[in-house]
C-alpha cells in the first residue's frame, strides 16, 4: 500500500484525509515562545486580530525521518510545500537520505494550501486506485503542472512581513483596498496576477470562461469574506468541490481574511 504523506500548509477536511489515508505533518507555530500550532483555530484567529504576530519553523529532518521508518512496509509520496517558500522539503530530502530507502518520493508541490492539498489528493486517489509507485512518480509533476492555484489575501502585511511578499507589493495592496489575486511562478515563489474589487471578480478573472474542471478545491480562513453564494457560482464550473478551512499555520501567512482555490 503506497502511503501519501504531506504538511499542514495543505488543509484537507477530515474526511478526505481518512478516506485516503493521508499523513499531515504539522509545522511548530508560536506566538512569541509560546508554542501554539494546538490552539484552538478561533482562538488563534482572535489573537492575530488583537495584534498578536505568530511564526513558524520548519519541520525537522527527524520529525521526517520517524514517520518515514514507521512506513518503512510501504512505498512513501511525500508531497510538499513550494521550495520557493520554505525549507520544509529539504528536510524530507535529508531524512529521506538518511533512511537509505529508494521507495520515497520527495514531491516539490511547488504550491502551498489548496493547490498543495488538490496535488496531495490526486495523488492517494490514484494510489488507491491502484497506480504503482514508479507510476506516481511520473504523474506527480503532469498533475502538478495541470494545477492552477489562486488567492486573495486582504492584508498583504502577513505576507511581506514573513518574507514572502516584498514590502512595496504589499503596500500598493494595502493602499488601494482592492483584493490582489495572487499565484506562484514555476518557481514556486509568490506574484501578482491581476486585482479585483469583489470575490466574483476575482472568480471570473481566474476562471478559463467555457471551461468545466474536474477538481476545485478551496481554502477559506475563519473571517474570509467568500460567500456561499459566490461558492454557489463554482459548484457549476466542475465535477466535484471541496471546501476545508484554514489551520494555525496558514493563518501565519495570510492572516485572518483570505481564501484560495485550486483547479484541476
Known amino acids: 500500500m503506497i502511503k501519501v504523506i504531506v504538511d499542514d500548509a495543505a488543509v484537507f477536511g477530515e474526511e478526505l484525509r481518512e478516506e485516503y489515508d493521508i499523513t499531515v505533518l504539522n509545522h511548530?507555530?508560536?506566538?512569541?515562545?509560546?508554542e501554539v500550532a494546538n490552539l484552538d483555530y478561533s482562538v488563534f484567529c482572535e489573537r492575530m486580530k488583537k495584534g498578536e504576530v505568530s511564526r513558524t519553523t520548519l519541520i525537522s529532518p527527524g520529525v521526517f525521518k520517524d514517520i518515514y521508518e514507521r512506513n518503512r512496509d510501504n512505498p512513501i509520496i511525500s508531497v510538499h510545500l513550494s521550495s520557493g517558500l520554505s525549507g520544509t522539503i529539504q528536510s524530507a530530502r535529508i531524512a529521506a537520505e538518511e533512511t537509505g530507502r529508494q521507495d520515497i518520493q520527495i514531491v516539490d508541490s511547488l504550491?502551498?494550501?489548496s493547490g498543495e492539498a488538490l496535488l496531495a489528493f490526486l495523488i492517494a486517489k490514484r494510489a488507491k486506485?491502484?497506480?504503482?509507485?514508479?507510476?506516481l512518480k511520473k504523474m506527480a509533476?503532469?498533475?502538478r503542472d495541470r494545477i492552477k492555484l489562486y488567492f486573495t489575501i486582504e492584508n498583504l502585511t502577513y505576507l511581506e512581513r514573513t518574507g514572502r511578499l516584498s514590502k512595496g507589493k504589499a503596500m500598493m495592496g494595502n493602499l488601494f483596498r482592492?483584493?490582489?489575486v495572487l499565484t506562484l511562478d514555476r518557481e514556486g515563489k509568490?506574484?501578482?496576477f491581476d486585482k479585483a474589487r469583489t470575490n466574483v471578480q476575482v472568480?471570473?478573472?481566474i476562471l478559463d470562461e467555457g471551461k468545466r474542471y474536474e477538481y476545485i478545491f478551496i481554502n477559506r480562513s475563519c473571517y474570509s469574506d467568500l460567500k456561499d453564494s459566490t461558492v454557489t457560482m463554482l459548484k457549476e464550473k466542475c465535477e466535484h468541490l471541496y471546501i476545508a478551512g484554514m489551520n494555525n499555520t496558514c493563518l501565519t501567512y495570510t492572516g485572518p481574511r483570505a481564501w484560495t482555490i485550486?483547479?484541476?
Open 178 to 180: 482592492i483584493k490582489p
Open 262 to 264: 485550486a483547479m484541476y
Open 111 to 113: 504550491m502551498t494550501l
Open 129 to 135: 486506485e491502484g497506480a504503482s509507485f514508479d507510476e
Open 203 to 205: 472568480i471570473n478573472k
Open 28 to 34: 511548530p507555530v508560536y506566538f512569541g515562545e509560546e
Open 190 to 192: 509568490i506574484i501578482p
Open 141 to 143: 509533476t503532469e498533475i
